[in-house]
């Protein structure tokens, strides 16, 4: 619910103006009061007297409209909301806000607001992924700004790509996130993510091919529900996620010290590729050849299994343990089995068979094992694998 939350949305000039009509709409449903503002773009799509009548509010418009200045100054306006919303954000919205202009009334309250604004981006496919743009995002985002979408699919130009807005009730649910409201609201999530990196001396390790974009779809995804995050992380190529909290570890004795700091929690979500072995012998100083030809012999020692010392810790257990199960074959048979020997509750299991694609790509195609049995899900891009897991954490934790 967003009860008496207050939204400032910022209306761009797209053909997805028209969305955001019924965005104004889910808002109020959910007791959110919507104070519009338009830009002369979006004037073009829709109209002031329709955005303020589904408001119930003034529709905003024009810098130098001196009768709002008097009653309502910009700044006051950018600072009374509790969101700042900018639905559709087309390319030029973005490049504004990126380059800081403030040239008319939505670009001088994005300038103007202390508070946090979250951009659904909607534009064509070329002009989304056009390296300006690109960077543009990149430079909001490094400035806190949230995002919510785009998606992919069909456009109004014709094409087909990313850059379709995100659907109305997909922004009220990144609204919710952003204030914290979402039905994970007031529960703590830890994740563990990306790979270990075990040492065989100073310089060199041990490690696998784990990007760590799973995790960090993960910890997002459950960020965006309201929870709290403690996202504890290998050395993983995907940056993390923003808006939890970042732990990076190097080893398996680390991550499980970190994890165990970062305890008691309502749910852990163990993504890592966590070795299994260390180099027990691992030496101080630089390995050298010594000239003998005979290369060093490696020992191991076997790591602490952190999802198994957490899923049977007892007093303190988080409610629900969710771990992984990358298998080459019988994923589901082995999954069950793996699920009973480590006293989970939940396994996600996926089959990483070179064919696959899946380890390091951007698909996921994976099977949930819970007390009940096994579920199969369709291959999906990992975002959405995790958001459907995420809801799913979401409903387990709301009914027990
Ligand atoms: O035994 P296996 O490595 O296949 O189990 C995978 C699951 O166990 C994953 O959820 C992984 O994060 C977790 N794990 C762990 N600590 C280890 C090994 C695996 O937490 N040492």
């Known amino acids: 619910m967003l009860t008496s939350k207050r939204i400032l949305l910022v209306i761009g000039g ?43 509010a003034q529709c905003y418009r024009h810098l130098f409209d ?16 509790d969101l700042v919303v900018v639905a559709p954000a087309t390319a030029d919205l973005m490049a504004k806000m990126a380059g800081g202009h403030a040239d008319d009334l939505a670009s001088t309250l994005l300038m103007a607001t202390d508070k946090r604004v979250l951009v659904a981006p909607a534009m064509n496919v070329r002009m989304w992924l056009h390296p300006a743009n690109q960077r543009n995002i990149a430079a909001l985002k490094g400035d806190g700004i949230l995002f919510a979408g785009p998606n992919e699919g069909d456009m109004a130009c014709g094409e087909y790509g990313p850059g379709r807005m995100a659907e109305p009730l997909e922004i009220v649910a990144a609204v919710e996130a952003a204030l914290g409201e979402g039905p994970l609201k007031g529960r703590h999530v830890v994740v563990t ?14 490690a696998n091919r784990s990007s760590g974009a799973q995790g960090a779809a993960i910890a997002a995804a459950l960020r965006d529900l309201g929870a709290r995050v403690s996202f504890v992380t290998g050395p993983a190529s995907v940056p993390p996620p923003g808006g939890v909290g970042v732990v990076r570890v190097e080893t398996a004795r680390e991550m499980l010290e970190a994890v165990e ?8 979500v163990f993504a890592a590729a966590v070795a299994d072995w260390r180099v027990a012998n691992a030496a101080g100083s630089k390995m050298k050849k010594d000239g003998s030809g005979r290369a060093p012999a490696l020992e191991f020692a076997e790591n602490p299994d952190i999802l198994a010392t957490v899923a049977r810790m007892g007093a303190g257990r988080p409610a629900l343990v969710v771990g992984f199960a990358a298998e080459t074959d019988d994923v589901v048979a082995h999954a069950a089995t793996k699920r009973a020997r480590k ?33 199969e899900w369709p291959r999906l891009p990992k975002d959405e694998v995790a958001r459907r897991l995420a809801a799913r954490i979401a409903r387990a934790l709301c009914a027990g």
Request: charged share 20%; aromatic share 4%.
């Open 343 to 375: 006293g989970c509750d939940w396994i996600v299991a996926n089959d990483v068979s070179a064919a696959t694609g899946i380890m390091g790509g951007a698909e996921n195609a994976v099977t949930l094992i819970t007390a009940e049995g096994a579920e």
């Open 66 to 81: 001196l009768t709002d200045e008097a009653e309502m100054g910009h700044i006051e306006l950018s600072r009374a909301a």
């Open 193 to 206: 993510s990306g790979p270990t990196h075990e040492p065989i001396d100073p310089v060199r390790y041990i």
């Open 14 to 56: 797209g053909i997805a103006a028209y969305k955001a009509l019924d965005l104004i709409r889910r808002l109020r449903e959910r007791g959110a009061s919507v104070t519009p503002v338009l830009t002369r773009a979006a004037e073009e799509f829709v109209t002031p007297l329709s955005a303020g009548a589904l408001a119930g």
């Open 261 to 268: 700091a970062a305890l008691p929690a309502d749910a852990a």
